[in-house]
């Protein structure tokens, strides 16, 4: 009897939920549980504080779904019949609760009667000391099916000291046919007969320094079992990529790819099945692609994925649309991937259209180091040369094997694997977790300690007991007058930072007593730590004590939470579903808003937002706050923030509509609001940006800060009047800019623009124009000074390469006339020569490349140098055969890609 992946998941949480567990629904792949880790990787990570008694869950057992990523055996994905990136692990969990007993029994109850597995085609391995397990087992199982096996597979361990524990596993025979041959082949084999579905951990010893293990006064239970493989097993299946998991993306992508899922082409269409689903539950959890941690993993597998389409001829963007066959399989299970889909499939889209750039420019790169190396008659190219080609630049290493075979070189792979070894060790110490607050100390007080009781969405004035007194990160008896430290309590008033959304600021004080609160934040669970700079007296704990919240303060920051919400909303009405939140910070001085959106903004497009704010916050609609069940939220349209995790019980809040019938906008959100939009006062946007690809952010003030940014705009634009009616004033102004800016290129600039603002007034207001026609010849004047003198000095700098005269130079806050300007002059001056010249601006750089005719007839191109300049520095460019330009915002490679700019002629 078959049976589809849904049912399989959905019945395991039933039977485990019949048994007494708690059903928690699946983290996210960002950690929530450990900071510390890149990705989820196994079920037991969102509990690892239930593990170690840090939390304050009334439950002691649980089961889950988890979705978890894991790349330790990436290159092996596609190649076998069970590897994976992506997969859930179903898993079922103690805390102190049920053991060995109850975990085997349920588990192979589940196996055999649930899931109608053959008992005759499962083994069971335990540990060789775990005499419990093996009499436990015997009453189930024919000992001749239990095999006992040693530390390296069969006991787990957190670290070298701790807590720690035996292992046992249920494998199943899939049959003579998967065997390796091997007389001795066993369910102790390393083959692929005898396959792992479940794995049970007894995590019941604490290991001591000297080695010894120790009962752990309370025994905990960990298991898990990849859904996948389970799936497989039930159908009968011998290959995961044999179930309804994963043959609707295969069979896609082979009708994209124009492939028959045979021979060589079964492990693609595996990969890019598995790929695709990593890919698009990555970017459903707010992973995006960049250039550092999780977002490098994940641009990583996706020119993976696209690489195979690469090598099958295809040179079109598809990724995004194995996106949606995904979606269609996994929305029983993860039902907020059908708002997400739309945003995730652009994502990837404009990932693969980036890269696709990429693959050509670096082609032409890579033909440029080949004949560089040939000319030498060298026939080995360097490993950290293809290494800086496959780091830097994005170039798959197999392509460029590829490419360096047919052309009759090598590549230097242990070199190669030297370069990747070293950028992975600088990477693994880089990656210091997410750089929260170690909670380890905050961990050992909330054991001694309830979580803190926030009574502030009520009450700005609340009184409660000194639970703690901080200093320095650790519990101290007192704090004095002049001290900085923090005081968590048993009550407060004061909003913690969390959401997005600033905290509180006030004072605590009692009758011997008072302090600033400077900040509150939440170390761990609800336990509140307040930030403070004591003002006067002794505080002790076990005091009484009242909070006092700034009123201002808090009211402000409502207003811009509020408008934050008002702002997502109008942003989806103007550009579509895809808008996303990305991020967002909510002061009391602005507000900004992240979200996702693929091109730049017009300045109308702005104007619409500003305008489509405004209008909501005149209407005076009313704020209403609800606590309500999570799918109840949902089915009211409620938007949740990109890749949050929330519980069965969620709190909405909601902007009505004109009528206060309806509903305008209503999200998921724990911060602190106004009553009515007119609270808000006025929406400005302050300014609009790009912070990724894909990624856009808008700042914004309201109410007060609102005010306060207009009236400074008006009095700058006065000063700007007063400046510009004054004509010897701004004459006077020209000519200090001249004698003040190192740079002519910057007087060129700004000049016209006055003598434009000067040329608007009434005659009998300017009444000697000619001045600053003499200021202009000034500044002409000083710009060809300047670019005399500099070429001079740059002359010097002239290299030969590959019989080639070439000259980088790297200048700052020179325009791009310039730049072709003093590329005039050089060709003019050298005669013969090719040139890249950038120029590093406040934030942004401009580059042109240039060649001589004589140059050009022998097969320079300036174009294909620019494009691959551009590629280098993140970066647009190209032209023709003699000269070309572009540019960048990323200045953080420019100088470094000019020095070594010569391989690229």
Not at 80 to 95: I, V
Not at 377 to 390: C, E, H, M, P, R
Not at 424 to 437: D, H, L, M, N
Not at 507 to 518: G, L, T
């Amino acid at each position: 009897m078959s049976k589809q992946s849904y049912q399989i998941r959905a019945e395991f949480l039933e039977f485990f939920k019949n048994n007494g567990c708690t059903v928690v629904s699946s983290d996210s792949l960002i950690p929530t549980g450990d900071k510390t880790l890149l990705f989820t990787s196994a079920g037991m990570v969102q509990f690892k504080q239930h593990f170690l008694e840090q939390s304050k869950d009334s439950f002691t057992s649980a089961a889950s779904c988890q979705k978890c990523f894991r790349t330790s055996d990436i290159e092996q994905v596609g190649l076998t019949t069970r590897h994976l990136t992506f997969f859930e692990m179903l898993g079922n969990f103690s805390f102190g609760d049920y053991f060995k007993k109850e975990a085997i029994a349920w588990a192979w109850e589940f196996l055999t009667k649930n899931m109608l597995l053959s008992k005759d085609k499962l083994y069971i391995t335990v540990y060789k000391g775990d005499d419990e397990t093996v009499e436990i087992w015997k009453k189930i199982v024919p000992e001749n099916r239990i095999i006992k096996m040693g530390d390296e597979t069969n006991f787990w361990n957190m670290g070298d000291t701790g807590p720690c524990g035996p292992c046992s596993e249920i494998l199943i025979d899939l049959g003579h046919e998967m065997s390796c041959g091997k007389p001795t082949c066993g369910p102790d084999c390393n083959c692929d007969r005898y396959l792992e579905i479940w794995n049970l951990v007894f995590t019941q010893f604490d290991k001591q320094l000297d080695g010894s293990l120790k009962n752990l006064p309370r025994k905990n239970i960990d298991t898990g079992m990849g859904l996948e493989r389970l799936v497989a097993a039930v159908n009968g299946k011998k290959n995961v990529f044999d179930t309804d998991l994963f043959i609707s993306v295969m069979k896609n992508a082979a009708e994209l790819l124009k492939i028959k899922n045979e021979g060589k082409n079964i492990s693609i269409l595996r990969m890019l099945a598995d790929h695709s689903r990593a890919i698009t539950f990555l970017i459903s959890d707010s992973i995006l692609p960049s250039n550092e941690g999780r977002g490098y993993v994940l641009r990583k597998i996706l020119r993976r994925a696209l690489r195979q389409g690469k090598l099958c001829g295809y040179n079109k963007p598809f990724i995004n649309e194995l996106a949606s066959t995904v979606f269609k399989i996994m929305e029983p299970a993860y039902p907020e991937l059908s708002s997400k889909l739309s945003n995730i499939q652009s994502i990837i889209k404009l990932e693969e259209e980036k890269f696709l750039e990429t693959l050509a420019a670096g082609s032409e790169m890579l033909s440029g180091i080949v004949s560089s190396y040939k000319s030498k008659g060298v026939n080995v190219i360097a490993g950290k040369d293809v290494f800086k080609l496959y780091d830097t630049y994005g170039f798959p290493y197999d392509l460029t094997k590829e490419i360096v075979f047919e052309s009759g070189l090598k590549v230097d792979e242990a070199g190669f694997e030297s370069e990747q070894k070293i950028a992975q060790e600088k990477s693994r110490a880089a990656w210091g977790g997410s750089g929260e607050k170690d909670i380890t100390f905050y961990s050992v007080l909330r054991k001694k300690t309830n979580d803190t009781v926030f009574t502030g969405y009520d009450d700005y004035r609340s009184e409660g007991k000194v639970l703690a007194l901080i200093k320095d990160g650790k519990e101290i008896d007192g704090l004095k007058a002049g001290d900085d430290g923090e005081v968590v309590l048993s009550q407060t008033s004061f909003y913690a930072q969390s959401g997005g959304q600033s905290s509180d600021k006030g004072k605590i004080e009692n009758n011997n007593f008072e302090a600033d609160v400077e900040g509150v934040f939440k170390p761990i669970g609800n336990l509140f730590a307040h930030k403070v700079k004591v003002v006067k007296g002794l505080l002790k704990a076990g005091e009484n004590i009242s909070t006092i919240i700034d009123i201002k303060h808090r009211k402000q920051i409502a207003r811009h939470h509020t408008a934050t919400h008002i702002l997502h909303k109008a942003l989806c009405e103007v550009f579509g579903d895809h808008v996303a939140q990305a991020g967002s910070l909510v002061t009391s001085d602005y507000l900004r808003f992240d979200f996702t959106h693929f091109s730049a903004i017009k300045k109308e497009e702005l104007i619409k937002i500003e305008k489509r704010v405004n209008s909501v916050v005149r209407k005076n609609s009313e704020v209403c706050i609800e606590t309500m069940d999570i799918a109840r939220a949902r089915n009211l349209g409620a938007m949740a923030l990109f890749g949050e995790k929330y519980g069965d019980v969620v709190r909405t809040v909601s902007v009505k509509s004109e009528d206060n019938n309806a509903t305008y906008s209503m999200e998921l959100c724990g911060g602190t609001h106004v009553n009515r939009t007119g609270d808000i006062g006025m929406f400005k946007i302050i300014s609009e940006s790009s912070i990724a690809a894909g990624i856009r952010r808008i700042k914004a003030v309201v109410g007060v800060a609102a005010e306060n940014y207009i009236l400074n705009e008006e009095d700058e634009n006065r000063k700007l009047k007063s400046e510009l009616d004054k004509k010897d004033a701004s004459i006077r102004k020209v000519e200090e800019l001249i004698d003040e800016i190192i740079g002519f290129s910057s007087a060129q600039k700004h000049i016209p623009k006055v003598k434009l603002e000067l040329d608007k007034k009434d005659a009998s207001i300017i009444k000697a124009p000619e001045r600053i026609d003499e200021i202009i010849n000034k500044c002409n004047a000083l710009k060809n000074s300047f670019i005399s003198k500099e070429i001079d000095s740059y002359i010097k700098q002239i290299k030969e390469v590959n019989g080639i005269n070439f000259l980088p130079i790297l200048v700052d806050n020179v325009d791009v006339k310039t730049l072709r300007d003093m590329s005039d002059r050089l060709k003019e001056k050298l005669k013969s020569v090719v040139l890249v010249i950038a120029s590093k601006n406040e934030d942004k750089a401009f580059f042109v490349v240039s060649a001589t005719e004589d140059y050009v007839q022998k097969g320079s191109n300036s174009s294909k140098i620019a494009k691959a300049f551009a590629v280098a520095i993140n970066g647009y460019g190209g032209g023709k055969p003699d000269f070309a330009q572009g540019g960048s915002k990323d200045l953080s490679k420019l100088s470094d890609v000019i020095k070594n700019a010569e391989q690229y002629i």
